[in-house]
Structure formats: C-alpha cells, structure tokens
C-alpha cells in the first residue's frame, strides 16, 4: 500500500510534502495509519484531536493515546473539547451532526490561526460506499451520488481510493497500534447498519463491488 500511497500523493496530493498540513486524529485505526504512511514519505504533520465527551473514560483514553502519537511523531498537538450533548440540544441537532458540526467548524478555525495549507482526513473508499448507498437512498442527485470530495476547502482526504482491508492489511504489517471506537458496532446508526448488515451481503453476492464501485464513481464524476 505504501508505494500505492506515494504515487497517488505524488500525483494528486504534490503540495502535501511541502505545506504545513495538519492530520484529524481519532485515535482509530484510519487516522492513526494515515499518520504512520505520512511519516514514512517524511512528510511533517501536526495532529487535531477532538474530544466529543459522549464515552467518558473511553473519550479520555483516546485523547491521551493522540497526544502520545504526537510526541512519538515530534509533532505539534492540537485539542478540540466539546459538550456535544448540549450542542445538539441547543441546535436541535441530532448528536451525530452536532459533532460532524463541531469537527468541521473546529478545523476551519485552526487552520485560519495556525496557517495549514491543508487538514487531511482519513475518508476511506468503504466510507464512500456507505455515503454513496446514503445518499441513493435519500434520493440524491448526481453531486450527491459522486460521494465525498477528496478536496473540500482546507480539507484534504488522501485515503479516498484505499478500502478498508488494504489499512487494515498495511496496520498489521506495520505493528501499528489504534484505539477501538465502541460506537462504531452500535447498530443503531444507519451508516453502522449499513457497514456492518448490509455491506457484507453485497459483497457477498456482488464480490467485484468494491472495484467496480470504484470505476463507477469516476464515471459519476467524469459526468458531473
């Protein structure tokens, strides 16, 4: 994946290796292996980590593990705490877009104060597959089928052609540690459910899904 990484950053990322770029952090495993292939192309990153305060212990766990990630890449340490909770309630939000809210305002804010030409992301092509599927259901348009933007602003998403089982693959042959998000297998979110029910039958009766997915969503774009 590593290779597959360079060349991709070389050709559609170049300004990466050069510009103040900072990294979104969880603390999971997507995030935490974008940081590991940066540091391994020697491009330098900063971290952002934002604490939801929605699973007490488990939040501060996630938190301490980014901040020893920062130290261990030499890298400058951003926090972001809120009470989303509250947020939601005072924006009549559900707790979800309360921090989808939160997160985004709080990356606009911190790139204006500490000039990163980029915040990246790590949106995967799963993550798209789960959009896409979404958005078709909620009967999107053409701009809502072409799924997630690799580009959005400030924001950069590097990892958008990788699947989840090429980070996971390349997280196992690096010895790479992550934090385990236990809101991820709660079904009650519809992306969860999508994830975790109905992905897996696709793929199970689809098996190119994932690669033929890819092609489609150049096609999509291509026609937008």
Not at 129 to 142: Q, V
Request: proline content about 3%.
């Amino acid at each position: 994946m590593l290779a597959a990484f360079q060349r991709h950053m070389k050709s559609n990322f170049p300004e990466l290796f050069s510009a103040p770029v900072a990294i979104a952090i969880s603390g999971g495993k997507d995030s935490t292996v974008l940081a590991h292939l940066l540091a391994q192309l020697d491009i330098k990153f900063d971290l952002i980590h934002c604490n939801f305060n929605l699973r007490g212990t488990e939040s501060e766990e996630d938190q301490y593990f980014v901040q020893h990630l920062a130290k261990h890449f030499d890298a400058a340490f951003h926090l972001e705490s809120f009470e989303t909770e509250q947020v939601a309630q005072s924006r009549g939000l559900s707790i979800q877009m309360a921090a989808r809210a939160l997160r985004y305002e709080a990356f606009d804010s911190i790139a204006a104060q500490q000039n990163y030409s980029s915040i990246l992301v790590a949106h995967h092509l799963d993550d798209q597959l789960e959009t896409f599927l979404i958005n078709l259901g909620r009967g999107a348009g053409l701009h809502g089928l072409t799924g997630i933007r690799a580009r959005n602003g400030v924001i950069a998403r590097p990892l958008l052609p990788f699947s989840r089982d090429q980070i996971s693959e390349f997280a196992t042959e690096n010895q790479i540690s992550w934090r385990e998000d236990s809101s991820n297998s709660a079904t009650k979110y519809l992306r969860n459910e999508l994830r975790h029910d109905v992905i897996p039958i696709l793929h199970k009766t689809l098996p190119h899904l994932k690669t033929n997915f890819s092609n489609t969503l150049q096609h999509l774009k291509g026609s937008e």
